[in-house]
C-alpha cells in the first residue's frame, strides 16, 4: 500500500501541442495550465503506482493548484508529486511543476485507489 513520502518526478518538453493556443485554454504559445495539470496528475499517478494492490489503479479526484509563471516553447518542464495523506483509498499529494527558470505551478492533489474492473463497471 502506498506510504507518505513516495514521490515521483513526470517531464516534458513544451511544444506546440501542449501550449495554450492549440489546447484551448488561451491564445499564447506557451506551456498550458491543462498541460501542467495533467503533467502533475501523472507524477502523482506513478508516484504510488508500484504500491498498489493487484488490480487496482488511482483515480484524480481534485486539484488545487496555481499556474504562476510561463514556460515557452522548447522549455524543459518537470513535475514532482510526493504523497502527504493517506487516508484509507484517498490519497493527498503536494505538486510542483519547474521549469528551468524555476518553478512555474504548485498545489494539491487528490487521488482515490479504485478497482480497475469495478470503476470501469461503473460506467455501464
Known sequence: MPEIGMTFTSSTV???????????SGDLEVFATPAMVALMENAAMNAVAQALPQGSTTVGAEMNTTH?????????????????????RKL???????DEAGTIGKGTHVRFIVDKERFMAKLG
Open 14 to 24: 513544451v511544444s506546440q501541442a501542449n501550449c495554450a493556443a492549440t489546447m484551448g
Open 68 to 88: 504562476i509563471k510561463p514556460s515557452p516553447i522548447g522549455a524543459r518542464v518537470q513535475a514532482t508529486a510526493t504523497l502527504i495523506a493517506v487516508e484509507g
Open 92 to 98: 493527498t499529494f503536494a505538486v510542483e511543476a519547474c
